[in-house]
């Protein structure tokens, strides 16, 4: 074959093909991910979140509208709603859906054993029955842990190096769930050395009493307050960092969104981070793979949130050490 002939039958057969690369292109099977979030639409916190998943997911050439649609609700943090967001989506039938935390995983449990579901931050997997060991889930969910629970003790640590009078401290906790009994557990652990004497406040419980536990404890001087990981907590986020303020109670929260609100400080996992690797095992089962391999991983950042104006109104002259470890100073 002459070297024109052969650039013209090559022309061609390109020419050919490229309707049909085309046409594959277009019918591109549309994949659905279900995204339950016990948030409202505003919550800027939740935003930043969801936004990072969705980061995630464009790395991995994943394009809404292109070959992946999602679905999401916004199921606020009341339990009823979260149920009935939960089971839209499953009837949905998506090729997986992501949950955040607890709260919202078991609604979606309840109602789906089949569609894959993939949690970007749940305290403690094993223990809530989400899945048979963090190396071999087993079912149909898997995930991202919110911490180890050695963390709970750095939270005592840091309200003691922060608010060295400190000698007395309220933890408040979900006792209904494991992870909630397991932080108070190690917190109580690290007590006697830190020579501090721990309480507990149940915040499953309605407003009023949580305001009214919290006034008690604060009627004898050197109290703090330890707010541990939950979303009950997280329900209660204004009026535990109000009641704080009020009864000038050093306190340590395990997400940044207290200290955003007023809270003096914060230590626990860069949840962004987290919904950013989320992703990766969304991407991961959308090409095949099942939950059940894939193991559930801790944490990889953790973050420091510190807020000065906060430390200032109570009074307190915060270590250099403290300071120079703090991620973000809100001023």
Do not use: C
């Not at 004898?220 to 009641?243: M, P, R």
Request: charged fraction near 20%; glycine fraction near 8%; charge should be positive.
């Amino acid at each position: 074959m002459r070297r024109r002939e052969f650039i013209a039958f090559i022309s061609g057969a390109a020419a050919a093909a490229w309707p049909l690369a085309a046409r594959a292109q277009q019918t591109e099977r549309m994949r659905r991910i279900g995204v339950l979030l016990p948030a409202t639409a505003d919550d800027p916190q939740r935003q930043a979140w969801f936004g990072a998943f969705l980061q995630g997911l464009a790395q991995s050439d994943w394009i809404i509208g292109r070959n992946v649609q999602i679905d999401t609700r916004w199921a606020t943090a009341n339990p009823d709603a979260v149920r009935r967001h939960a089971a839209e989506l499953a009837a949905l039938a998506p090729d997986v859906i992501l949950a955040s935390g607890a709260s919202t995983v078991g609604p979606l449990l309840q109602v789906t054993r089949t569609v894959p579901i993939v949690f970007a931050a749940v305290a403690d997997p094993v223990g809530a029955g989400f899945v048979n060991s963090l190396a071999r889930p087993g079912g149909n969910t898997t995930g991202f842990m919110a911490f180890e629970y050695s963390i709970s003790g750095k939270w005592l640590e840091l309200l003691k190096q922060i608010a060295p009078s400190v000698t007395r401290v309220a933890v408040l906790r979900d006792s209904s769930i494991t992870s909630g009994i397991g932080q108070f557990g190690v917190i109580q652990a690290m007590a006697p050395l830190l020579k501090v004497e721990i309480s507990h406040v149940n915040n499953e419980r309605d407003a009023t009493e949580i305001e009214h536990a919290i006034k008690s404890f604060a009627r004898f001087s050197n109290g703090g307050l330890i707010i541990t990981a939950s979303g009950v907590g997280y329900i209660h986020l204004n009026l535990i960092v109000k009641l704080a303020a009020q009864h000038r109670l050093p306190a340590i929260y395990y997400e940044r969104a207290f200290v955003a609100a007023g809270g003096l400080m914060s230590y626990g996992p860069d949840l962004v981070d987290q919904f950013r690797r989320a992703a990766s095992y969304v991407d991961r089962i959308l090409k095949g793979e099942k939950p059940a391999d894939l193991p559930v991983q801790a944490p990889t950042k953790y973050e420091t949130v510190l807020n000065l104006k906060t430390a200032k109104a109570l009074g307190l002259d915060v270590p250099p050490s403290v300071l120079a470890r703090a991620d973000e100073v809100i001023e």
